[in-house]
């Protein structure tokens, strides 16, 4: 059973760091495309960053030069390291992955995310 679970999120100041965690059971995170989305509230969800099997990424404009996303496969983990945070940072955070091993653009993994954790609720203030 694939199971994702996401940790690290919290409430920073503007300017502040966060480290998103998402780990992965049941599955090998080595040969697909894990990603991460956020919500906010009243908001569509939208990819913030993706990275493939070879741990090429891609990021949303938003978050470029601002967000690295890595990953440990033998820990079968993946992290979201965030960089000067802004208040429109803010939302829940879930990590998604799917069936396909490479990314496509703007944040996303090809062929889309059929897996999701619970979330991890990231605040920044300013």
């Known amino acids: 059973q694939v199971q994702l679970q996401e940790s690290g999120g919290g409430s920073v100041q503007a300017g502040g760091s966060l480290r998103l965690s998402c780990a992965a059971f049941?599955?090998?995170?080595?040969?697909?495309?894990m990603g991460w989305f956020r919500q906010a509230p009243g908001k569509k969800r939208e990819g913030v960053a993706a990275?493939?099997?070879?741990?090429?990424?891609t990021f949303a404009d938003s978050v470029k030069g601002r967000f690295i996303f890595s990953r440990d496969n033998a820990k079968e983990v993946v992290y979201l390291q965030m960089d000067r945070l802004k208040s429109e940072d803010s939302g829940m955070y879930y990590c998604?992955?799917?069936?396909?091993?490479?990314?496509?653009?703007?944040?996303?993994?090809?062929?889309?995310?059929?897996?999701w954790g619970q979330g991890t609720q990231v605040t920044v203030s300013s």
């Open positions: 998604a992955t799917g069936t396909s091993q490479w990314k496509g653009s703007d944040g996303h993994c090809a062929g889309g995310s059929q897996y």
């Open positions: 049941g599955f090998s995170i080595n040969w697909v495309c």
């Open positions: 990275i493939d099997r070879d741990g090429l990424t």
